[in-house]
């Protein structure tokens, strides 16, 4: 097997590295019963049987699947999860392997961390999103109301395995949407990995697998920045907020998904938080509207530009106004002054909102 790389922390171990999931088996040894896997349609298929050639643990009786998306992300496919091992006789001893994105890592935690007052559970995310972001950190929930993450807390994977083969399963769209959060962590911790992500070919990276160390160095430097800003800040009382960065606006427009945005995906929704989050920025906290600039057309090379139609303006703040980080009724969210300095728990005036939504669109 090929070396792998361990992060550890009080909180969890990441292992990543090509092959990774081959250290299964090794996590497993003091099991008193096979381990639960947690799947949706697609990497029931498309991942499923790399982890089985992987572990000697997993077995069919256990597999645990259920409909791929977010809008699956409810209180009912976690009685699924629950009601499969209520069947196989489950104890508080059971674990559960969550084999997915960021929507199977979510779920899976929050059944996993109910179930019996919690068992333990691991997270082998399959996508670059959850890879990068969502795997990592303890945040779990469910959607409820038609709002992201509603219902949840934090509770942390015992193991996190992060194995690049998965990468090949996704089509292009979804490893330019995973990227967003590549550059969310360099634009609000390290400057330095900013500029190496604004120096390097989008199209060469995605030569994947030809290129998986290169891959590899950018998923472990974001993970880094992840795991650093969580271990100190494990439930989100400063630090950790600076993570919010692009999301108070991409959730809205996450949760509001329609066929005019032409945005499908998580990352995509964050891309589009994120440049409006820096024209907020730009009348705020005084960000550089020539790096507000720079930014948005570098993000627009990676993932493509989104618009959203001037009639859901409205919608998308009466969203905001349920966001789960407002104070005092207040929209809050976290700006930047600079590349790599974040600044949270800030608000503005409705119509600077507004106007990033029209800057957004200005950009096609």
């Given at each position: ?41 697609q ?33 009912q ?8 091992m ?105 400057d330095k ?25 950018l ?17 989100e009382k ?29 990352g995509e ?40 139609s ?41 119509q ?13």
């Amino acid at each position: 097997m090929k070396p792998v790389t361990t992060i550890k922390s009080g909180l969890h171990n990441i292992i990543i590295g090509n092959e990774a999931c081959k250290v299964l088996d090794d996590h497993l040894s003091q099991e008193t019963m096979n381990p639960f896997i947690l799947v949706d349609d697609q990497t029931k298929v498309h991942c499923l049987p790399y982890l089985m050639n992987c572990s000697k643990k997993i077995i069919w009786d256990n597999i645990i699947q259920i409909p791929e998306g977010e809008k699956y992300k409810n209180l009912q496919q976690c009685e699924t999860i629950w009601n499969k091992m209520f069947q196989n006789k489950a104890d508080r001893n059971a674990l559960l392997i969550n084999l997915g994105g960021g929507m199977i890592s979510d779920l899976g935690g929050f059944a996993a961390s109910t179930f019996k007052r919690g068992i333990r559970f691991f997270n082998i995310p399959t996508s670059l999103t959850g890879q990068v972001d969502a795997s990592i950190g303890g945040k779990i929930g469910v959607n409820y109301g038609g709002i992201k993450n509603q219902i949840g807390l934090i509770s942390f994977p015992q193991l996190i395995i992060i194995d690049p083969v998965f990468l090949e399963t996704l089509p292009e769209r979804e490893i330019r949407s995973g990227f967003t959060e590549i550059i969310k962590h360099a634009l609000i911790a390290n400057d330095k990995l900013w500029k190496k992500i604004l120096h390097s070919s989008m199209q060469e990276l995605l030569n994947f697998p030809s290129d998986k160390n290169a891959w590899i160095q950018l998923i472990t430097e974001s993970v880094r920045i992840k795991n650093n800003i969580v271990s100190s800040d494990p439930y989100e009382k400063n630090l950790r907020k600076c993570l919010n960065f692009g999301h108070t606006v991409g959730h809205a427009i996450e949760a509001h998904l329609h066929t005019e945005h032409d945005i499908h995906t998580h990352g995509e929704a964050i891309a589009a938080g994120m440049i409006c989050e820096m024209y907020i920025s730009s009348k705020v906290t005084g960000f550089s509207f020539s790096d507000v600039e720079t930014v948005s057309n570098h993000i627009i090379r990676c993932t493509g530009h989104h618009l959203i139609s001037r009639s859901s303006f409205n919608d998308l703040v009466s969203l905001m106004e349920h966001d789960k980080k407002n104070i005092s009724g207040k929209i809050m969210f976290t700006l930047l002054s600079e590349i790599g300095k974040p600044v949270i728990n800030k608000s503005c005036e409705k119509q600077i909102i507004f106007e990033s939504f029209e800057y957004l669109n200005s950009l096609a």
